[in-house]
């Protein structure tokens, strides 16, 4: 027969692999570096070449959503024309991307 201190148990659990504890451990660090991480430093990169690249009389937007060209570039900060004679300077870093269809007549026009 068990006897009553067996089957009442001690209260510490069955000794295993200390390695067993810490594989989820490592395994949710893997997914998140991969599925996070990684991607994220890499249009962090893409972005930095972007900005090293850009050029006079390029069409941009910048993170404030203003379509502008640039007129001119420093090392930190770009003078962009917004509209005729219209020149704001702002930040490098806030230019967030090409615009790819920058139109001269972009107003919505009304009917009335």
Sequence with gaps: MISIAYAAGTGTAPAGSPLGGLIPM????????????????????????????????????????LHGVIKGLTDKVVTL??????RVKLSRANVLSPASALKKNDNCKSGA
């Design 26 to 65: 490592i395994l949710i660090f893997a997914v998140f570096y991969f599925l996070l991480i990684r991607p994220q430093q890499k249009k962090a990169k893409e972005h930095q070449a972007f900005l090293q690249s850009l050029k006079k009389g390029e069409a941009v937007v910048t993170s404030g959503g």
């Design 81 to 86: 024309e917004i509209a005729e004679n219209v």
